[in-house]
C-alpha cells in the first residue's frame, strides 16, 4: 500500500492507495508548532491497520516539509518528494527557471492524464487556475481563497468583523455580514467563470474545466457555468501517478 501525503498551507492530507483504490483519507491541521515526533504519533494512528511500506508527499509549506519528511521515514517508510524538479511525465511551456509548487503538479499532471488538455480550477487557501493545452502546462492563475479574502476584509479594516464562511441566499445583503458573505462567495464564483472566459478567449478555443480544492462545493452550488468534472482526490491520485512515473524510471 502506498501512503499520499498532501501538505497544504492550511491542512495535511493523507490518502491510503490499495493498487488504484483510495480505501482511506484523513485531514489534520497544518500546525507549524509540532514537531516530527508530534506528526508521527498522528500518522501512526491515522493509518493503524494499514501495511504501508512507501510514501510519496508533496508540500507547499517550507516549515512542514521536513518535519513530515522526517515522522514518515520514522514510520520505517520509504519517502518519496515531489519537487520543482521532479519528473511529472508532461511538458511546461512557461518559463523554466520559475518553480512550481508540488500541488500544481501533482493537480496537472493527474487532471491531464485521466481527462485530457483542461482547467484546473484548485479552490483552498489560495485559488489557482491551471491550464493544460495540447499535453503542455502552459501557465496557472493564483488569487486569493475565500477564506484568504474574508481575513483579509477583517485585517485590512477597523470595523468589517472575521466571519465563518457561509453561502448567501443572494447576491447581495441588507447587513454587514450578509453582505461580506456576498462579496466574498458570488465575487470569487464571478472572478473564476470571468478568468475561464478570459483564458479561452485568449487560447482560442474552449476547455474541459475540472474543479478540485475545499471549498469548491459551495462554489460549484453557486456558480452560473457548471465545472465539467469535479474530483475532490485529484492531488491525491496526482502524486500516485508521479510516483509510478519516477517508479519506472529507477
Known amino acids: 500500500m502506498l501512503l499520499a501525503v498532501d501538505i497544504g498551507n492550511t491542512n495535511i492530507g493523507l490518502a491510503v492507495f490499495d493498487g488504484e483504490e483510495i480505501v482511506k483519507k484523513i485531514k489534520t491541521p497544518a500546525d ?88 484546473v480550477v484548485d479552490a483552498g487557501t489560495a485559488t489557482t487556475l491551471q491550464i493544460m493545452d495540447k499535453g503542455v502546462f502552459i501557465g496557472c492563475v493564483i488569487a486569493p481563497g475565500m477564506l484568504m479574502g474574508a481575513r483579509a476584509l477583517h485585517e485590512f479594516t477597523s470595523l468589517l468583523p472575521l466571519i465563518e464562511l457561509k453561502k448567501p441566499q443572494k447576491c447581495w445583503g441588507m447587513n454587514t455580514v450578509e453582505c461580506m458573505e456576498a462579496g466574498i462567495f458570488y465575487g470569487h464564483a464571478a472572478m473564476i467563470e470571468g478568468m475561464i472566459s478570459r483564458i479561452e478567449e485568449e487560447a482560442g478555443h474552449s476547455f474541459k474545466t475540472i474543479g478540485t480544492g475545499g471549498t469548491i462545493p459551495e462554489l460549484i452550488s453557486i456558480m452560473k457555468r457548471p465545472l465539467d468534472i469535479v474530483d475532490y482526490d485529484l492531488i491525491y491520485k496526482g502524486l500516485k501517478i508521479i510516483y509510478d512515473l519516477n517508479s519506472k524510471k529507477s
Open 32 to 119: 507549524t508548532n509540532l514537531t516530527h515526533e508530534d506528526y508521527q504519533r498522528i500518522f501512526t494512528d491515522a493509518i493503524n491497520g494499514y501495511e504501508i511500506t512507501e510514501a510519496v508527499m508533496g508540500s507547499v509549506l517550507a516549515e512542514l516539509t521536513l518535519p513530515v519528511k522526517n515522522a514518515l521515514e520514522d514510520m520505517v517508510l520509504t519517502v518519496f518528494e515531489v519537487t520543482s524538479d521532479t519528473y511529472c511525465g508532461f511538458a511546461m511551456s512557461s518559463d523554466k527557471s520559475v518553480k512550481k509548487g508540488a500541488d500544481i503538479l501533482a493537480t496537472n499532471c493527474a487532471a491531464y492524464n485521466l481527462y485530457g488538455d483542461c482547467i
